[in-house]
Each structure stands twice: as C-alpha cells, then as structure tokens.
C-alpha cells in the first residue's frame, strides 16, 4: 500500500487561499487515484476531493467545489489541492488516502495537515 504524507497546512484568515500537498513516500502511487477528507473539532471526518489515475476526473464535496481544486504532477509523485476563499468552517486537519470519492474509506489515516482560518 502507498504511503501518503500531507504537508500545507497553516494558519490563514478568511478569504485567503492554501494549497495543501500529499507526496507519496515510498513506491510511488502511480495506478492510484488519490482523496482528501477533512476532520474538524468534535465532527466526522468528510471526504472534500478526489482525482483519478487514469484520466484525472474529479470530485469534489459541495462544501468546496467552486473555492477549490485537486490536480495531480505524476513526475513529483504529488496531489495537490488549492484551497481559495477560505472561511472558518474549512478548519480541520486535512488527510489524503489512496481511493476515489467518499466511499469505502481507509481503515488508517496518515496524521494529516492543520488548516487553521480565522474571521
């Protein structure tokens, strides 16, 4: 199984923009589609974006589609997602796992990424 590592995070006010990385470590993901999810204080963690191997289609959660945008550099062996006009409701600690949409959700997570938005 490919090994995901988040990197990104920080501490923005509203309106400002992130971009958040999850770089494989060890073999590479190629064959991988490749997911975001979310986790704020106190609520479930919910899928936010994911992008396929083969063709690069996308999906995104409500909450975000329009302020953001999953790609993918298969030569860095990285997923990107860029995050814009953040509001504080985008707090939460970011995680990317192996797998396309919200569904059939790993069983372990990597320790993910802080993104912190202030009003």
């Known amino acids: 199984q490919v090994q995901l590592v988040e990197s990104g995070g920080g501490l923005v006010q509203a309106g400002d923009s992130l971009r958040l990385s999850c770089a494989a470590s060890?073999?590479?993901?190629?064959?991988?589609?490749v997911r975001w999810f979310r986790q704020a204080p106190g609520k479930e963690r919910e899928f936010v974006a994911s992008?396929?191997?083969?063709?690069?289609?996308?999906y995104y959660a409500d909450s975000v589609e329009g302020r953001s945008t999953i790609w993918r550099d298969n030569t860095k062996n990285t997923v990107y997602l860029q995050m814009n006009s953040l509001k504080p409701e985008d707090t939460a600690v970011y995680y990317c796992?192996?797998?396309?949409?919200?569904?059939?959700?790993?069983?372990?997570w990597g320790q993910g990424t802080q993104v912190t938005v202030s009003s």
């Open positions: 060890g073999p590479t993901f190629r064959g991988y589609d």
């Open positions: 796992a192996p797998g396309f949409g919200p569904e059939n959700r790993p069983s372990s």
């Open positions: 992008i396929t191997w083969i063709d690069g289609r996308t």
